[in-house]
């Protein structure tokens, strides 16, 4: 991935966080496949914390889910 670093899968393995090198304030991305999906789901966690990203995209990820549920 183009721009990523500190790649880290999380959950199932279907939720990978990951800071962007090309910007400074190092807030934590994530980066979702569904099976269901073509292409990949990105969202930012908004936090710099590690922790606190990985319950935020555990949360993003239920709202991903229950989406393509519908």
Do not use: C
Request: charged content about 30%.
């Amino acid at each position: 991935m183009a721009h990523a670093e500190n790649q880290i899968k999380v959950g199932d393995g279907n939720i990978l966080l990951y800071q962007r090198d090309d910007v400074e304030s190092q807030i934590w991305q994530i980066r979702i496949k569904l099976p269901s999906q073509k292409n990949y789901i990105r969202r930012s966690t908004g936090v710099t914390d590690f922790e606190k990203a990985k319950e935020k995209a555990f949360q993003i990820y239920g709202e991903v889910i229950q989406r393509d549920k519908q």
